[in-house]
């Protein structure tokens, strides 16, 4: 365990979930049939860092590389549906996430996946950040139904990412999230 309950994060988080078809937008782990039910993954975090400043770094949607260890480049591209990002890791395939709410005022947003290696459907992911006194709160939430893998083994893949990018913040931000 880390500092503050957070589980250690695997030195790769995507490791372990390369062997993925997307099939329409939809995520499935290949020659196995989607796991039925909603599962939800949050995890928060303490930082003693104003919350402005923290928006200003994770704040923006294709952001993510300047923050999350382990991602080689997140690229914004507008599309039909929206704004989309591509973001691709150091190692595996790359996730296509769409923007579907974001308040700068507010100091959030949400998307969902289009495309990617997890084994996840139905995926929808907010982040957010809320001032408390000494610093901030980070909150990143998902709501998902698995694909491929028990619900347990699934969030914890989520669990797992999540964790990881908490990790990015500490290493900005201090604290002992």
Excluded at 10 to 28: C, D, E, I, L, S
Excluded at 55 to 60: F, H, N, S
Excluded at 64 to 78: N, Q, V
Excluded at 144 to 167: R, S
Aim: glycine share 14%; hydrophobic share 40%.
């Amino acid at each position: 365990m880390a500092p503050g309950g957070l589980a250690t994060p695997p030195a790769n988080p995507w490791r372990g979930v390369q062997n993925v078809a997307t099939v329409k937008g939809v995520a499935t782990v290949k020659g196995v049939a989607t796991v039925k039910g909603v599962a939800t993954v949050k995890r928060t975090i303490a930082l003693p860092a104003p919350a402005g400043e923290v928006w200003a770094l994770i704040g923006g949607f294709g952001a993510l590389d300047r923050w999350f260890p382990g991602i080689r480049s997140c690229e914004l591209i507008p599309d039909g549906n929206g704004t989309m990002r591509v973001v691709t890791p150091g190692e595996g395939a790359a996730l296509k996430e769409i923007l579907e709410h974001h308040s700068d005022a507010q100091r959030f947003y949400a998307y969902r996946l289009a495309e990617g290696p997890l084994p996840v459907a139905d995926y929808h992911a907010r982040l957010s950040v809320e001032e408390n006194e000494g610093g901030c709160y980070v909150y990143w939430t998902a709501d998902f139904e698995p694909a491929g893998l028990p619900q347990d083994k699934a969030e914890a893949i989520i669990g797992g990412i999540f964790d990881a990018g908490f990790e990015g913040l500490k290493t900005a931000f201090g604290g002992d999230a």
